[in-house]
């Protein structure tokens, strides 16, 4: 990764450098800031002619995803002071997922805009950006391509296989089996607790194919973070040189002036569906990709995703698409980089990463030591399609099913609506033995999208009903404006666009209506006759706004639609002329 020195690439000099303004200047202004850094015990050889690099830390004392991270920022500043730069750590909300309510995904907009004024605001020439959980990845990477200062993204790295009884555990994906095993009476309270204390063993994010794994991978295709980063579990050694490689590469990125608007274009972009289609990732990907690329003037929409579903198969045997192995076996097995190269037909080799070099080269020697977790394209763990996106009248805008991981049975399905007006209402009836419900029911949930939610939570895994459970039923089509969990299976069917809440079509859908679904057709249809839908929505009114004050009011004042990234209005790329920059 080392190139100091390599003269020829140096395209910035020491007084060009972002902060020269704060430091270099002759002035009461720059005489404030060296005497404030004095302060803190620095000295001008500190900083003197050297790029002053933020590592944006997303650590806190509650997100076990980011645990390590305290530790790593130190490996990060070893590497910037190694390569001759000056490391300053600026804390940014930490989003962890399992903690924040209502939904982390009402505030990834705020890390985004934290991210980008942290950068703006301070004398920064280049960023480490350190998340992983959720939300932050697709939250740091936004506010950085907004900004446009030389950007290297460390994802947190996925936690070590769960283990109980000598079993292994997936984050998510077990918690809901053993969940309705439970309920079921096929397993007891001890057995539930073992999974509790054994299910997630080690910092790092989740390990399965969730959102987190699908949005590092995500990163990685896109030229943002060090070729293969996203696969090395957070406890391997390896993470921690990789985090020290970041640093010293940051300092050389900032003197070539190799900028996030170098590296995402929108054949990267087109690159990184590629690699989350093959990865079976999470349905939660498009709404982040969406808003990412747009952020880098990419206009991404969901017909992207369908058209990449249709030729790319699912590659990467990891639960939940895949059965057995996590993202542990991934990294053993050759990572991001051995998946790259059986899908290098899908790929523009020639996009550059945060290396300066092609992808080409990046992934050259990339080898798969393990043909049952990185699958060849003639042997895929699923042919075609890791999303579908449908339209119809119930979802004019489009609604989004990952058929990878549902049943078989529910491709093709008709069944009439049982309809949830809000999650307490299906909470208290849904294990009620007199629920009239059968397995050919089309579980509804709404009022659960962007302004509903608010913050569009993760409740599209509606859970089975608790007579039906008992049963023996582990699967039926369930369909709402909410997301969910990447970790997450089944025939849901998630992010019907207009929301509710707003007044989409699926605010006019009553219990008994009849639900058609074709998932290879792409399409959803309510048996509604248009002069009922007219009917209805003359009398429909609209929900009570969740918020009446702070942060969640000007949420549902901005926020864009699913199919719309759910970015907010006035941070769109294309909102507003270029932000200039502080001028005393
Ligand atoms: Fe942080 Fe799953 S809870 S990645
Ligand atoms: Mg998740």
Redesign the pocket.
Known sequence: DDNVGDEYLMKKTAESLRSYRWFGDDGLRTFGHRSRMMQMGYDPVDWQGRPVIAIINTWSDINP?HAHFRQRAESVKAGILQSGGFPIELPAISL???FVKPSAMLYRNLLAMETEELIRSHPIDGVVLMG???KTTPGLLMGALSMDVPAVYIPAGPMLRGNWQGKTLG?GSDSWKYWDELRAGNITRQDWEGVERGIARSYG??MTM?T?STMTAIADALGTTLPGASSIPAADSNHIAMSKMAGRRIVDMVWEDLKPSDIVKPASVQNAIAVAMAMGCSTNAIIHLIAIGRRAGVDVSLADFDAASRKVPVIANVRPSGDTYLMEDFYYAGGLPALMTRISEHLDLEMISVTGQPLRDDIAGARVFNDDVIRSCDQPIYAEGALAVLKGNLAPEGCVIKPSACSAKYQVHTGPALVFDSYEELKAQIDDDDLDVTEDSVLVLRNAGPVGGPGMPEWGMLPIPGKLVKAGVRDMLRLSDARMSGTSYGACILHVSPEAQVGGPLALLRTGDLISVNIPARSIHMDVSEDELARRRAAWVQPEAPYERGFGKMFAAHVSQAHDGCDFDFLETASGAKVPEPKI
Request: aromatic share 0%; with cysteine; glycine share 16%.
């Open positions: 995803c962890a997922e399992q992983g959980c959720d984050s994010h989740c969730g987190a």
